[in-house]
């Protein structure tokens, strides 16, 4: 008597031209292969034409078979389509400046809720987060930038993001741009986090700019990173109302506290195979 194969929690996701017989075909699929669907959402976009699925199902079937089947299905509906094994920890670098509230979080959560990633490493242009990522046990790695020395800090970077096997890059408050190039090389698998100001109050003392003017209302905007800077498909975005009592440091600490949870959000989301791209846009199944 063979003994038979634990079941494996499995996540499918996949785009493909909208049409009828989508679901059907999908949960057939998985039915021949013993699968026990756990989660499915689906979305057909009227303006793109374009259908987006995320399954979550059980099933004993080996990788190479669950493969083998979705490329078959695939090439019948010209889909695009990843899977992967429910809960596995997405491994993630993550790049940094001087601002600490981004990358705590994001270390502390990966610590003691679950977040579902594995930070390989942290970047920093600046050494100022050096001691708290070898607080949490993180590789440091120090890759300064100058307006001289772009070329070759973005080259080092891109060699650490090889080196790590990094799936994810999160730039956690990096006061860097990155090349259009870059943009393009790892489009889909880099995550921006900033404040709701822009395009408004550019540059330095966003917030006190915005304090200035009165702002009745303190955003963040978590997005993919594209060569336009900050207009990349938006993933998450949270706000919190103020009013005429706040100060300048009171409008900082609750400009952080959103970007912290928006970020954590967006992260997740995507550790998790539950963002799709539609094209400038997202589809976000929570």
């Known amino acids: 008597?063979?003994?038979?194969?634990?079941?494996?929690?499995?996540?499918?996701?996949?785009?493909?031209?909208?049409?009828?017989?989508?679901?059907?075909?999908?949960?057939?699929?998985?039915?021949?292969?013993?699968?026990?669907?756990?989660?499915?959402?689906?979305?057909?976009?009227?303006?793109?034409?374009?259908?987006?699925?995320?399954?979550?199902?059980?099933?004993?079937?080996?990788?190479?078979?669950?493969?083998?089947?979705?490329?078959?299905?695939?090439?019948?509906?010209?889909?695009?389509w990843n899977l992967d094994a429910a809960g596995r920890p997405m491994r993630t670098l993550v790049l940094v400046s001087k601002a600490a509230h981004c990358l705590v979080d994001l270390l502390y959560r990966e610590r003691s809720q679950h977040l579902p990633v594995d930070v390989v490493g942290v970047v920093g242009n600046h050494r100022d987060l050096e001691d708290i990522a070898r607080f949490y046990g993180k590789p440091f790695h120090h890759v300064p930038v100058t307006k001289d020395t772009k070329p070759e800090s973005e080259a080092a970077l891109r060699r650490l993001i090889a080196e790590t096997d990094a799936e994810l890059v999160v730039l956690a408050r990096y006061m860097q741009i990155l090349s259009d190039e870059m943009c393009r090389d790892h489009a889909g698998r880099i995550i921006n986090i900033h404040h709701s100001f822009l395009p408004s109050f550019k540059g330095a003392g966003p917030y006190r700019q915005a304090h200035d003017r009165g702002v009745k209302i303190i955003g963040a905007t978590s997005h993919y990173v594209t060569g336009d800077l900050d207009e990349g498909p938006i993933i998450e975005q949270d706000v919190e109302r103020v009013d005429h009592s706040h100060t300048v440091d009171d409008l900082v600490r609750i400009g952080e506290d959103t970007e912290r949870r928006t970020l954590a959000r967006a992260v997740r989301w995507h550790a998790e195979h539950r963002v799709l791209l539609d094209g400038h846009r997202t589809v976000v199944f929570r």
């Open 1 to 80: 008597m063979t003994a038979q194969t634990a079941p494996t929690h499995w996540i499918l996701t996949l785009s493909c031209p909208d049409g009828p017989g989508i679901v059907h075909a999908v949960a057939g699929l998985l039915a021949e292969h013993g699968g026990n669907i756990t989660e499915s959402q689906q979305f057909g976009d009227p303006y793109s034409g374009r259908f987006f699925m995320r399954v979550q199902f059980e099933a004993a079937a080996s990788r190479e078979d669950l493969t083998s089947a979705v490329t078959e299905l695939a090439a019948r509906f010209d889909m695009t």
